[in-house]
């Protein structure tokens, strides 16, 4: 029997998908020393965990509940899985006293890294009789209205970060996806000013430099009448 059990392996998320889903993990303390946990997930906008790290006593389990935020539509069956979770647990032999876990999580990964163990706990949607990947729905839902990719409307890059207790709404998530920087009308891409702008200067100075050419064909003209004048 394993000191530390993690279970399950995979996440099996069922329909309908456009509303919230919980499913569970389970920490195991079967040591004889209270350890400590945390969860982290490639996909923190899309999922809320709670609770997210604790304490587990010597012989007792923890029960984690993993929530899928509600999805816009029914997702695809096609939809290939790249959300992960990865649950760590830490010795936690000193008496923590009023102190949250995620207050000395660090001062115990420094001294106990070494004794840490983890998993990672995949994500499946179950749709249909048949098991299909998860790829995040919300995000592809919203992609396929602005013509975004996976990666880019989650901006996933494959690593692992905290997830917090507040589930976000369906409406939240498409907006933050959505949500493109403003470009000012009177700004190009670079930065400068807009090319009308330098069309309205270059204007200017064609119109001063006619200006001055008139004054000098008058000036010619007026000595040409003048030296007309006294020699005939």
């Avoid at 079967?30 to 400590?36: E, G, H, I, M, T």
């Avoid at 695809?76 to 760590?88: G, M, Q, T």
């Avoid at 830490?90 to 163990?117: C, I, N, S």
């Avoid at 270059?202 to 001063?208: A, E, H, I, P, V």
């Amino acid at each position: 029997m394993a000191l530390i059990d993690i279970s399950p392996d995979v996440l099996e998320y069922k329909p309908p998908f456009t509303t919230q889903s919980t499913e569970y993990a389970t920490i195991t303390n079967n040591s004889a020393q209270p350890v400590v946990f945390k969860v982290k997930t490639t996909a923190p906008k899309f999922y809320c965990v709670r609770p997210n790290a604790a304490l587990v006593q010597p012989g007792e389990s923890v029960q984690v509940q993993v929530i899928l935020l509600g999805l816009g539509k029914e997702p695809a069956s096609d939809f290939k899985c790249r959300d992960k979770f990865l649950v760590i647990t830490l010795p936690a032999p000193y008496d923590l006293g009023d102190r949250q876990v995620a207050d000395v999580w660090h001062e115990l990964e420094t001294e106990f890294k070494h004794q840490a163990v983890s998993k990672k706990i995949k994500v499946k949607y179950v749709s249909g009789g048949t098991s299909a990947d998860a790829a995040g729905a919300s995000a592809a839902s919203a992609g396929a209205a602005g013509g975004y990719n996976e990666e880019t409307a989650r901006g996933y890059d494959g690593s692992f970060a905290g997830v917090d207790g507040v589930p976000k709404t369906a409406e939240s998530q498409d907006s933050e996806l959505l949500e493109k920087p403003k470009v000012d009308s009177n700004v190009d891409v670079d930065g400068g000013e807009a090319a009308v702008g330098t069309k309205q200067v270059d204007g200017r100075s064609s119109s001063s430099e006619g200006s001055l050419n008139s004054t000098a064909l008058v000036l010619v003209a007026l000595i040409a009448l003048v030296l007309g004048w006294l020699y005939y």
